[in-house]
């Protein structure tokens, strides 16, 4: 849905001057989401066509947003994105298109212009009704039963809840979709004893903490919407970025690094 998106660039809008230490990033994402909503507009709005989930065989379409893409980040990304976007549109695409192949099969989350590029048509696959040829999807429950991608975020709602499931969400990184999740579980390893699971929160992001596992050393940052109904967990995760250092001095590492490296 169109507003999905506009949903995230509105919230980053509004956060980008009310940031503190993040505001460079958020100005950043804001741009990038709008790249994606054209990506996904583009892919929507085309006449007769939906994603096969065949990468391989969608690529021919997919590939005609990805010069406007590029040049959003030329234009707005920090200076190491843009050398890189400058450097692919001036290059042949076939080097590219291998790339984007290897993280269709085995995502990751330093291959900022695959996963950012391709978010938005996973996006679109999964509300098309569609489903993603060859990439490998775990039956694990800390994978998305969509497309297999790590979770990016967690989130807390209201909403009518069963012992098994409890009320916690992860939203996927690589298709941004969501599944629910038990709530005292760490997303990495299913660690579910209490005392090897630990939260830190700081009063300058009220709703958001830092759900760590002492087990596998991982965390995910969780965003409460029965705090804060009207966040959007994909951006406050990045406003919320001065959460990331106390983790990593901690000695934790996150699941999965966000579109802005954090
Ligand atoms: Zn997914
Ligand atoms: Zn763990």
New binding site residues.
Partial sequence: MISWWNKQIQRADHLVPRANGSKELLTFYAHLLRAQKGIYESLRGRKAWLPSGDLELDWPVLSEAWPRFLKAVESHGPASLAAEAHQLSVSETGAFVESLMTYWYHSSDIQFFEKAFLQPYLRWLNESGGKPVGRGVLTSERSCPFCGGNPQVSFLQNKETTAESGNRDLICASCLSSWEFRRVV??????ERPA??GYFHSPEFDHIRIEA??????YIKGVDLTRLGFAAPIVDEINAAPLDIWAREHGYTKIELNLVGV
Wanted: proline share 0%; hydrophobic share 15%; glycine share 8%.
């Fill in positions: 760490c997303a990495n390893c299913g660690e090897k699971l596992c002492d087990t596998c050393k991982h």
